[in-house]
């Protein structure tokens, strides 16, 4: 054998194939860099997408439903409701041991419209809850058509479910928007953005488990 035979030869046996608990921890590690990106990537598509002003919805709806646990979404919802928006309105999600009274107290203007045109739901204690009480009481009236109040950065969370609950229905979102969002960008405030990145959480969890249950 020649001098470089044997020198080949020899670099061959010196070049050992990588164990293969570190093929598999380098081929993890690259998985979970992508899965960082498209995570990252996805959550600033979604706070983006937030809108920092109202508008009027698109049009008029058999019904409206305003789902609790912000500010300012049942006053725009009934707002919505005095300007014929929709022919009646459900609150989802208020505590059972809430009576139209104490509503009416913080909003007098609309007493009219507690005795004739709104209707309170005790039953939903999540979104997902919201959802199925929603579905429940449109189906019950005939509604074809809603207009969907809740906060801005709620509002894709919410359309998952109701679309899962309520896909025959029409869904017209009007997101409130809150002071916070309005005065500056979401990424100039640690709350605000802290707030966001966990609402991105539970909205890619809605959507996971949405797409996989039976």
Avoid at 114 to 134: K, M, P, R, S, V
């Amino acid at each position: 054998m020649n001098p470089d035979d044997k020198s080949a030869t020899l670099a061959r046996a010196q070049r050992k194939p990588r164990p293969w608990p570190l093929k598999i921890a380098g081929v993890c590690i690259g998985m979970l860099g992508s899965l960082a990106v498209i995570f990252c990537g996805g959550f600033l598509l979604f706070a983006t997408g937030i809108p920092r002003t109202e508008r009027p919805p698109q049009h008029t709806a058999d019904g409206i439903v305003a789902l609790t646990g912000g500010a300012s979404r049942i006053s725009d919802a009934m707002e919505l409701l005095a300007r014929n928006f929709g022919k009646r309105l459900l609150i989802s999600g208020v505590n059972p041991a809430t009576r139209p009274s104490e509503l009416i107290k913080l909003t007098p203007e609309y007493e009219k419209l507690f005795n004739c045109c709104i209707d309170l739901g005790h039953q939903a204690l999540n979104t997902t809850g919201n959802a199925a009480e929603t579905a429940q009481w449109s189906r019950a009236l005939g509604f074809k058509s809603l207009i969907v109040v809740t906060s801005a950065w709620h509002m894709p969370r919410a359309l998952v479910e109701l679309r899962r609950e309520a896909s025959d229905i029409e869904l017209i979102p009007f997101p409130v928007v809150t002071d916070r969002m309005r005065e500056a960008p979401w990424w100039t405030n640690v709350q605000t953005a802290k707030l966001l990145l966990l609402e991105y959480i539970k909205y890619l969890a809605a959507v996971l488990r949405i797409r996989f249950e039976p």
